[in-house]
């Protein structure tokens, strides 16, 4: 990729193309008259090891460059008959210049710089006068990324939403979630005043013990008349007051608390799932829908947990420690710094237990996920499952995940079950160096007895709370993980991209122009260069071979997948500018299988217009053909179907869609094998219903049955990513193609049948 | 599809299967019964489990032109310009040692020693690293090239630890 910006406005214009470690030797290397076409980064040499190469096209010539040499690796001359065929396979390209049946080059790349090549390669067919031209051009302009539409610049000439980069810089996951405590940061505000309060009110029991001690009990035990049993009562009572608020503070804590954290939770998992639903679907092809489920459900509830219970608590205790080391050093500097000692090790233990802790709990929580897949898997394909008598080995496919599951929770509980008593162990040192410094100081006459009782009410405290601290440890590393995990898809950008300045589609007129349209999905290309013309209102039938990219092809138009290369003009607009739901908005779908969700008929119906009237449901069903077996059912409209619903039969599901896609009213058809599914009587309903919805919208119609396209105006013979053949029905049963082949055997087929 | 006589027009004789390069560098097959194509592509049907055997020969319309049982069984001219195109071909980079990873949320860029020299690519998401047996594993990066850690067990405890994180 040509990524090398304007370093300085002096550098000729000819050379900004090239990657600036290559200009000294390109610019040693142009003749006088020579002037730079393009430019393109190789990044394999010959024997296909990594090497950053330069090649560079000239008016003249295509010269290959390599780095920390000024040598020329390779010179082309070009004359009218030298071409450039760059082809991309598994990641591996090669860019090869022949010249009447000659092979002159072979240059190798990989698909990361395959965007530069070819348009070297296509300056290069483009001939000599082309070239010349694009070379004297005398401004670069602004062109237009061709993946998603952005607007490029001779400054950046690579779009960065569409070059593929590393994350922005890796952040701690967990602080990723101060931005959902900030929306809720009153009551955030309020707990941790509570939490301050009810920490400091807890500190000062053990501070009474010390005069209580030292003036009155001690006082009594050595004799002394002189104090009355009264003394006691003020002491009493304060024990008693702090008590009585500690506990009114962390009863408000906890609740307040509680609430801030079930409400930062509901925030996030809201957000998670709206974000989800915007990703492309590009994301959930590679996704198991198990994994995702749990995401959203444990992971954000284990965050809640974190946040509600375990942050709380590590703050208070935090508080704590933080108040009792000042107080303890107020009161004996020398015995604090003794009671401090074993500090640096529990931290030191707790660094190093960290991170295996932390990869541990996102090993479990990932092999967790794993398992939930298995099942996700299995169950709703148990009749394969059962079929094929395969339950053995399904069974053992979840045991063995099972056992993942297992084996990571054991090698987790293994490093746990050392660190917890391990802490414990410190503390009890901690403890014992503060009665072995005590009771020296003590019999030095330092130290009053009733400071060391204090000292080591306090200390009990202190390390009680360090015990827990050190728990938190798991904790907060669990939650890391999950906010990770949900992080993952929050961060997560959508491929298909929401314009920058969008333009209104409002009720498009339906003309559609597909402009040498080329997608890849990965590095396979999946469409390669279709252009096409679609009138509003014409119906146009789509055939071919499964894998000649038909499916692929009505995905880009309804804007599921963006092109690699070309454009959808809609309208004479660009697709990529529309809002993406204003432009659906326009779009109705008809799939092979029928989704339908859980819920009343009427509101599947109404599902793309959820606000519409009763009587234009029921109209919709009528021209569906739906209404007569709606009307049968015992509930009518308001029957339940979808998974735990009614069950239909596969033509009345199909046509309760088609009455859903009547009744938002399309510009823009997409008829997906809407009656591949089912048998030849229930497509004839179907059939019928079809041509209502068809009748007057511009229509993309994929059939295999080649009967459903009687009523096509046009159909496309689709092989291979291209289009092979174009044409109505008659004109291409006579041109004996490719069509009048396959039309054939299917009527071969239906003889047969009967 | 179906198998009309008259579409198989394009299928070689595997048993007396001929091979040769072009002057363009391209592969090209021929058979004892007169028929000539050029511009073959040769994909191994299972490049991990099982590469030598099943080599499938398709024409630049990916129509499967025969598919060789055993490479063995090739007269040695053809194998040789048979392996020649496979290595042409084949472009999985083998990882040594994993340098640096940038951190552990994807995407995240990586730095790897591969046996093809040092490369720095971006991962996409952790879907995309995957264990292909016990002790194979397979990263695909940003631009769907595919890297191959044979045994992870081989590489250095860093490497090691990464690889573990994700599978």
């Known amino acids: ?754 | 599809m179906q198998t009309a006589p008259s579409q198989l027009d394009w299928k070689l004789d595997v048993t007396s299967l001929q091979l040769s390069t072009n002057s363009l560098g391209r592969l090209c097959a021929g058979d004892g019964m007169g028929r000539h194509v050029e511009g073959v592509i040769p994909i191994r049907l299972f490049p991990l489990s099982d590469p030598e055997h099943w080599i499938a020969l398709v024409d630049e319309n990916q129509r499967e032109l025969c598919v060789i049982p055993d490479l063995a069984t090739l007269a040695e001219p053809a194998a040789l310009c048979l392996k020649e195109e496979l290595a042409r071909r084949e472009f999985v980079p083998i990882v040594q040692r994993i340098t640096w990873v940038s951190g552990n949320s994807e995407p995240c860029e990586w730095k790897v020693i591969t046996d093809r020299g040092p490369v720095e690519f971006i991962l996409q998401s952790d879907d995309d690293i995957r264990r292909l047996g016990k002790k194979c594993v397979l990263v695909v990066d940003a631009h769907g090239i595919r890297y191959l850690i044979p045994d992870d067990r081989q590489l250095d405890a860093y490497s090691r630890r990464i690889i573990d994180w994700y599978v």
């Open chain 1, 1 to 754: 990729m040509t990524s090398s910006r304007l370093s300085s406005p002096h550098v000729d214009r000819t050379l900004s193309g090239v990657a600036q470690p290559f200009r000294p030797a390109v610019a040693a290397t142009l003749r006088p008259d020579e002037i730079i076409v393009s430019a393109a980064e190789l990044d394999l040499n010959s024997q296909l090891f990594f090497e950053k190469r330069c090649l560079v096209l000239t008016t003249a010539r295509l010269l290959e460059f390599a780095l920390d040499t000024a040598e020329v690796q390779k010179i082309v001359s070009l004359s009218d008959t030298v071409r450039g065929q760059a082809s991309l396979q598994g990641g591996l390209g090669y860019l090869e210049i022949t010249c009447e049946n000659v092979l002159l080059a072979r240059f190798a790349y990989t698909a990361a710089v395959e965007k530069s090549i070819e348009q070297l390669a296509s300056r290069l067919n483009a001939g000599a006068h082309m070239r010349r031209a694009v070379a004297a051009e005398e401004d670069p302009g602004l062109s237009v990324c061709p993946s998603c539409g952005a607007l490029l610049t001779a400054e950046q000439p690579i779009c960065l939403a569409c070059t593929p980069s590393a994350a922005p810089p890796p952040t701690r996951s967990l602080l990723r979630l101060m931005g959902f405590a900030q929306r809720r940061w009153q009551l955030v505000s309020l707990g941790f005043v509570l939490t301050l309060l009810a920490t400091a009110v807890s500190l000062i029991p053990p501070y009474l013990t010390r005069p209580l001690m030292d003036d009155v009990l001690l006082k009594w035990q050595t004799n002394d008349e002189a104090v009355a049993f009264s003394r006691v009562y003020p002491y009493l009572t304060a024990l008693f007051g702090a008590a009585f608020v500690a506990w009114l503070l962390s009863w408000a804590k906890t609740y307040v608390l509680a609430v801030a954290s079930e409400q930062i939770s509901s925030d996030l998992r809201n957000a998670t799932y709206a974000h989800l639903q915007r990703l492309s679907l590009e994301f959930f092809g590679g996704r198991r829908t198990g994994d995702l489920i749990s995401r959203i459900g444990s992971d954000s509830d284990r965050i809640c947990n974190f946040l509600s219970s375990h942050l709380v608590d590590f703050a208070s205790d935090v508080l704590m420690v933080l108040m009792t080391s000042a107080i303890l050093i107020s009161m004996d500097p020398v015995l604090a710094m003794a009671m401090l000692l074993p500090f640096p090790a529990v931290g030191w233990l707790i660094q190093r237990v960290r991170i295996r802790l932390r990869h541990g709990f996102a090993k479990a929580s990932h092999a967790w996920g794993e398992m939930l897949s298995v099942l996700t898997d299995a169950i709703p394909g148990v009749r394969v499952v059962k079929a094929f008598a395969q339950e053995q080995r399904e069974i053992d496919r979840f045991q063995r995940s099972n056992q993942h599951v297992l084996d990571s929770n054991v090698r987790v509980n293994r490093l746990w079950a050392f660190f917890s008593p391990t802490v414990s162990f410190l503390s009890d040192m901690g403890i014992l160096i503060i009665w072995i410094f005590g009771a020296w100081r003590v019999s030095q006459g330092i130290v009053t007895v009733g400071m060391l009782a204090a000292f080591l009410a306090y200390i009990s405290r202190f390390y009680s709370r360090l015990d827990s601290m050190s728990r938190m440890l798991a904790n907060t590393q669990r939650a890391a993980a999950s906010s990770y995990r949900i992080f993952e898809i929050l961060e997560r950008k959508p491929t298909v991209v929401e314009p920058t300045k969008p333009v209104n589609p409002g009720r498009l007129r339906g003309g559609i122009e597909l402009q040498d349209v080329h997608f890849k999905y990965g590095t396979r290309p999946v469409i390669r260069g279709i252009s096409l013309s679609i009138q509003p209102g014409e119906m146009i039938g789509l055939v071919g071979p499964s894998g000649s990219g038909k499916s692929t092809l009505v995905n880009l138009v309804c804007r599921f997948y963006d092109v690699t290369e070309g454009a959808i003009i809609a309208d004479g607009n660009d697709i990529r500018s529309f809002p993406i739901e204003e432009y659906r908005r326009n779009i109705g779908i008809v799939l092979q299988e029928p989704f339908l969700f859980y819920g009343t008929i009427a509101e599947n119906i109404a599902y793309g217009r959820p606000n519409a009237d009763r009587d234009e449901i029921i109209a919709a069903a009528r021209a569906a053909h739906a209404h007569e077996f709606i009307r049968k059912l015992p509930e009518g409209y308001d029957s339940l179907v979808g998974e735990r619903g009614q069950s239909l039969s596969g033509g009345e599901r199909q046509r309760l869609s088609i009455a859903r896609a009547l009744l938002t009213d399309p510009r823009i058809l997409i008829l997906d094998e809407a009656t591949s599914a089912v048998d030849n009587e229930t497509e004839r309903e179907i059939q019928a219903a079809l041509d209502n919805l068809v009748r007057g919208r511009t229509t993309i119609a994929i059939a295999h049955r080649l009967s459903t396209l009687r009523n096509a105006d046009r159909i496309i013979v689709m092989d291979g990513g291209e289009i092979s053949e174009i044409g109505p029905h008659a004109e291409l049963l006579e041109r004996g193609g490719l069509y009048a082949r396959l039309h054939q055997v299917q009527l071969e087929l239906a003889e047969r049948g009967r």
